[in-house]
C-alpha cells in the first residue's frame, strides 16, 4: 500500500505510526480518515443557478420567475434578492438552498429559479 504525500508540504517521505501518518519533512501528523474526509470534501456536487454561474454558500441570488408559497396569499416576486445562502449538497428532493427570504422566513429554494446576484 502507497502512502499519501503530505497534505502540508507534499513530501512523498510519509509513513505510519499507529494510526496516525506523520511527515518526517515537517513533522505533520494526521489520520486516514481525515485524509479521506479531505478527498470526499472535494467531491461534492457543484450547484450552479438558473444561468449556470457556480453557487457558494454565502453568495447572495436573486429570484428569476413569482414563486408560490404554500400557505401564504402572497407570491415571492421576480427580483427579490436573498442574502446568504446555504447549499444543501444532500437535498433529498431538488430544493438545494436554505435561505432567509424577508417577508417570508426561512425556507429551501431550487436553484433552477435563481441567479447569482
Known sequence: MSLPNCPKCDSEYTYEDGALLICPMC???WTLAEEKAAESADELPVIRDAVGNELQDGDAVTVIKDLKVKGS??????????????????????????????????????SSVVKKA
Do not use: N, Q, Y
Open 27 to 29: 513533522a505533520h501528523e
Open 73 to 110: 396569499s402572497t407570491p415571492i416576486k421576480v427580483g427579490t434578492k436573498v442574502k446568504s445562502i446555504r447549499l444543501l449538497h444532500d437535498a433529498p428532493d431538488d430544493h438545494d438552498i436554505d435561505c432567509k427570504v424577508d417577508g417570508f422566513g426561512a425556507m429551501k429554494l431550487k
